[in-house]
């Protein structure tokens, strides 16, 4: 609905119905020339128009802002910026500015000039009080026309597409109804002022059944005047009132159903709540086993972390020890080696022994051989002879039994050496393995070191969701009990909301 072209529309109309009617009083009963009414009527029609024309000069701007925003807000209501409302509520606080000045001039100096005209013209002479009265007429209808324009354009029109897209505006329909009649009341009096003022200033017979048809026909204007603004005023005023009513009656009804699901639901909720608030102090209590329970694990922890440590201790004096025998059966086995090398050069010793045993044999026998041949004279050393031989035998006795020990303590040295060997690799591998535990240690250490710190943190995560747990706990009792109250709330709104409705059912 294009507000500019309603603007128009009732602003020629109700101006030229209120400078019509005036002309009816004026040329009608004060100056008793009907025929004026319509054929001299030009000039006061063409001023009003002049003025009308300028009156919409002005508000053309100023509507089509406003409803440049009215259907930027019917597209998308969202789209409304602060700027857009308050541009809004400019072009609605303007619009009445340049009709109240357009009716004040148009009635003022065109339909209240009446008097002055007469007077210029020369058919009637100018009466300062005619004037005054005509003036004080023409003030009120003039109001009048401002009133109604304002009224159906601004307050109803305007106000309901700035709703329409969610900008709140609060109008008193009934305190424009009241200035309305107030107006009515105060124009019917100035007519009906103006119906005996030629009868009063000419008097004659038949001026008592001219006054009153005069009055009869007055009256009639002043009821068609009141009747239609009245009726076009209160018409829209119901319409309204209607439409607030039907909206009124729906929101009350979906208030109703809304608080009766949100009773229903605050119920459920309380009812959840209560049996979250039950869970909570469950959970509370779990957090304390749990807690206490963590406890004793890093209580665990730190002895495991303890006897790893010292099992690490005992671990790395036992690889001290291997390694110490490692060292020693190494030299031991160098000095069997060695004594075995000594026992070798023992052997080149025996058989040189051996070499000269065989030798000396040899020279004792041959001596024999000689002293044998000598007679009496190498008796003696026949003897000496038979005594080196039979040394000779018995040092190749000793050799042989030498020969013996040598070759058991060679076997025994070349037994120990293989064994030195064997427990070298042994001792080689139980080094390697106690190296290798040495390191699992190390690892099992440092997992420990972690196990402890972790049970630590672990402990303070759990004293911490312990005391947040109690902290829900307490804030969800006190969520139940909010709710609860909510509940008797939205049952009591819900009440209120029933006798809301019974209420806008009367409307």
Known sequence: ????????????????????????????FIYERPSAIVFECI???SISFFLILGCAIVEYPILTRFESIIKKGRRDKSSIT???????????????????????????????STAIIESIKGIAPFEPLVFLIIELQSVGIGFLCYTLIVFLVKRILMTSQMRE???????????????????????????????PINLIKNPGEGNFNKYLLYCLIGAVLDGLICFGTYYLIIRKIQKTEKHISSNLLKETQNLVSATKESAETSHNQSTAVKEIVATMQDS?????????????????????????LSGREVLQKNVNELLEIKNTNRLTIEGIRELNKKINSIWDIVSIINVVADQTKIIAFNAELEAASSGEAGKNFHIVATEIRRLSDNIIDSIKEIKERISEIQKASDS?????????????????????????????M????????????????VSQLSSSSEQIFITLKQIAEGIENFSEFTSSISSSSENVRKIADLL
């Open 446 to 461: 440092q997992s420990s070191d972690n196990t402890a710190a972790s049970t630590h943190e672990i402990l303070e995560h």
């Open 43 to 45: 000039p006061t029609v």
């Open 1 to 28: 609905m294009n507000v500019f072209k309603i603007f128009l529309t009732l602003i020629f109309s109700t101006t030229y119905l209120g400078i019509f009617t005036l002309r009816v009083f004026h040329y009608g």
């Open 284 to 308: 509370t209590e779990l957090a304390g086993n749990i807690s206490e329970k963590v406890k004793h694990v890093t209580s665990l922890a730190e002895k495991s972390r303890d006897a790893v």
């Open 165 to 195: 897209i969610g900008i709140q505006v609060n109008e008193n329909l009934s305190r424009n109804l009241n200035i309305a009649i107030g107006s009515c009341v105060y124009i019917s009096i100035m007519n009906m002022i103006t119906v």
């Open 82 to 112: 602060e700027s857009d409302v308050a541009e809004c509520m400019s072009c609605y606080k303007k619009f009445d500015i340049a009709i109240a000045a357009g009716d004040a001039i148009g009635f003022l100096l065109g339909a209240g």
């Open 416 to 444: 120990l050496i293989l064994d030195g060997e064997r427990g070298t690799e042994q001792i080689n591998s139980g080094y390697t393995g106690a190296k290798s535990l040495e390191k699992d240690f190390e690892s099992i």
